[in-house]
């Protein structure tokens, strides 16, 4: 996720990725359909220790929530779900 958001927003991947703590906030300005855009990334920490602590209060008032797994780890694909959150559902009715 954060080699993922740091090259949309900085335009380079980063030369090393540390375990995110916690949350990362990253954004960048957008052109569509020649209007600007302010494209705000929040990079949650994907550790299990980091995730259960904070990470689902950032699912709120967000208007899309993108899943990030390794092709190259199949239990990375599965464990997904363990991601989604858990609370307030009447908030996620718009959930694909
Ligand atoms: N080979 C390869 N390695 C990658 C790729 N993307 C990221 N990595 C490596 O995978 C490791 C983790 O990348 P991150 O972007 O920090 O992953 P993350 O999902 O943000 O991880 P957390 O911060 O723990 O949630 C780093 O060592 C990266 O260099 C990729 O597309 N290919």
């Keep these: 996720k954060t080699c993922l958001t740091h090259r949309l927003c900085a335009g380079e991947f980063p ?44 699912y709120r008032n ?11 780890s199949p239990a990375s694909f599965t464990g997904l779900t363990c991601n989604l959150p858990q609370e307030e559902p009447q908030q996620h009715e718009n959930v694909i």
Aim: aromatic letters at 10%.
């Design 15 to 58: 030369c090393r990725a540390d375990a995110t703590i916690g949350v990362d906030f990253r954004e960048r300005l957008l052109d569509v359909d020649g209007e600007k855009i302010k494209l705000q990334l929040w990079d949650t920490a994907g550790q299990e220790r980091f995730r259960k602590s904070m990470v689902q209060h950032y």
């Design 62 to 72: 967000v208007h899309a929530v993108l899943f990030i797994y390794d092709v190259t």
